[in-house]
């Protein structure tokens, strides 16, 4: 009976990884570097009175999830921003890491094939430094 289970349990989670598509963790320092080199597009997902209070990272793209339509328009807004291709690299950063993770997921379930998390955020938190504090360039904003 162990052995059936355990055959099940490998063949399920084969299948699983096989059509899983994997969110990559990204530091802000590669979010920066990559997304000034061209290599991805780095996409802020805070609240425009977030981005007045902090700025934005220099290279990131300020795409709120809070709009009329939520995750639903943001996606749609990127999908505009990526011309369509769902597998062009894109990252996800917010405040300290938990709309980031929820918009990655969104994405996966949207199709999209290349994804990071800028888990640490702008600010981060009691364990995690953010684009902030670790002195990466920002941008300013105001709302139009």
Known sequence: MMKAF???????????????????IMSPED??????QGDLTLIDVRRPAEWENTGIAE????????????????IKEILAHVEGDKSRPVAVICRSGTRS????NALKAAGFSSIFDVSEGMEGDFLKQGWLKRGLPTKSFSSP
């Open 6 to 24: 355990t055959v099940l349990f490998t063949i399920l989670s084969l299948f699983n990884a096989a059509h899983a598509q994997d969110i990559s």
């Open 31 to 36: 979010a920066y570097k990559q997304s000034k």
């Open 59 to 74: 290279p990131a793209r300020p795409m709120t999830m809070h709009g009329p339509e939520g995750i639903d328009g943001l």
């Open 101 to 104: 993770a929820k918009v990655a």
